[in-house]
């Protein structure tokens, strides 16, 4: 008996686990999509974006991928599990959708930082200020897309919790 609890215990923490990392991996996507049509700043191109698990206490972890040359830019998702579970219980707590777009809007900034530190001070020769207000002004619209845009459903619906997948039950 204590068997099968274990094992669904198991079943649910790895379910929990997927569903975060597509999460992380749709909102990444979808924020770098955004950021380059919104025209405030230039994302990188042919680049990579990743997100990996690392014992190393660094955010975004730079590399080059051997096969195709192209930089690789990845993001550490156990700095991010743990930046998630200090908001967990205040999320919990809230009745509200707030806490949790807060965090969203936080791992967004999380994403879109380093970018943007790059092209605002360093090629446009704009001061940090400028690299914060424009940090601000991409999470804010697109969280604001998030909310409001019917195309971007799905990357919210990845956080229900219920056992019918409606389509993207895989068999």
Known sequence: MFGKDKDKDEKTRK??????????????DELFEYAKK???????????FGLIY???ESVLLKGVDQKTGKTLYLYNTRIIGRMFEGRRE??????????????IGDLCSLYISHFVYEYVVNKQHRGE??????IRQIVRGFVNKLVNEPELKYVLDTIRDSD?????KQY
């Not at 929990?16 to 597509?22: A, D, G, I, K, L």
């Not at 200020?129 to 424009?134: K, M």
């Open 38 to 48: 919104s025209g405030h700043v230039k994302m990188p191109y042919n680049v990579l």
């Open 164 to 168: 019918g997948d409606g389509a993207r």
């Open 129 to 134: 200020g400028a690299a914060e207000r424009t």
């Open 90 to 103: 205040e999320m919990l707590k809230d009745n509200t959708t707030n806490t949790l777009f807060s965090w």
């Open 54 to 56: 690392d014992k190393r």
């Open 15 to 28: 379910k929990q686990t997927e569903r975060f990392y597509t999460l992380l991996s749709l909102l990444m």
